[in-house]
């Protein structure tokens, strides 16, 4: 069975500040691994997807991720953060079968100025 | 394109009441589902659909009814409200490889079960 943790539910950051949220899976076959991001009353839209072609992934934004199939993780990270970037994150992870999708608890991130 | 658009976007139902959450998408895609969220637990798969005519079970679908008479709709219904179904509810579309794509997510439903 696939799962996903992510660590803290809450993250505050100072503006300028780097982000990192963490994200760990587990899945039986090579997975498909996508962060998304949810503005306050909105949907989510896709940041960035990992399908095996790259370890690192740049989405948009200016963020990107890391796949690390040793350490089973696929945290996110951006350098410098802004004002905008208050907003859930959710990490998700599918497996090669691709019958299913599989959300972690979400990231609540906070930006201070 | 309107993309992924769901109604309404708001409804309060009494315990026992029904109703349907509607969502279409104009995108041609194959894959829809229904995810509903709730706090600390991210987004769970109620139902979700190969294709027109072609439903399947997620991870939480008991209380829910899907039909998909069409590719651009895929409604979700609840026979019988209860109040542990007060959650924000979300359509999403793909297209072929499913869950292995980018999902596209309509801006919710938000359902309060007194």
């Known amino acids: ?67 690390k199939k040793s350490e089973t993780s696929f945290h996110l990270t ?14 998700a992870v599918s497996g090669a079968a691709g019958n299913k999708l599989t959300f972690g608890g979400g990231t609540r991130v906070l930006v201070k100025p | ?11 309060v139902l009494k315990t026992g009441q029904s109703m349907t959450l509607q969502c279409a998408q104009d995108m041609n895609h194959e894959y829809m589902s229904w995810y509903r969220q709730d706090p600390g637990m991210g987004l769970r798969l109620i139902h979700y659909s190969v294709g ?35 959650s924000v509810y979300f359509c999403a579309s793909s297209v072929d490889r499913g869950f292995q794509e980018t999902q596209y997510f309509g801006p919710g439903t938000r359902l309060l079960v007194l």
């Open chain 1, 78 to 91: 951006k350098p410098s953060a802004h004002m905008s970037d208050a907003a859930e994150y959710f990490c």
């Open chain 1, 1 to 67: 069975a696939q799962s996903v943790t992510q660590l803290g539910s809450h993250v505050s950051v100072s503006e300028g500040a780097l982000v990192l949220l963490r994200c760990n899976y587990s899945s039986s076959v090579p997975p498909y691994l996508f962060w998304y991001v949810q503005y306050p009353n909105q949907g989510l839209q896709l940041l960035l997807k990992y399908t095996s072609a790259a370890t690192l992934v740049k989405g948009i934004n200016g963020f990107e991720a890391e796949f």
């Open chain 2, 1 to 11: 394109n309107a993309g992924v658009t769901q109604t309404p976007k708001f409804q």
């Open chain 2, 52 to 86: 027109a005519g072609i439903t399947d079970q997620g991870e939480v679908p008991n209380g829910y009814n899907v039909s998909r008479s069409t590719t651009e709709d895929f409604p979700l219904r609840l026979l019988s409200a209860a109040p542990s179904q007060t």
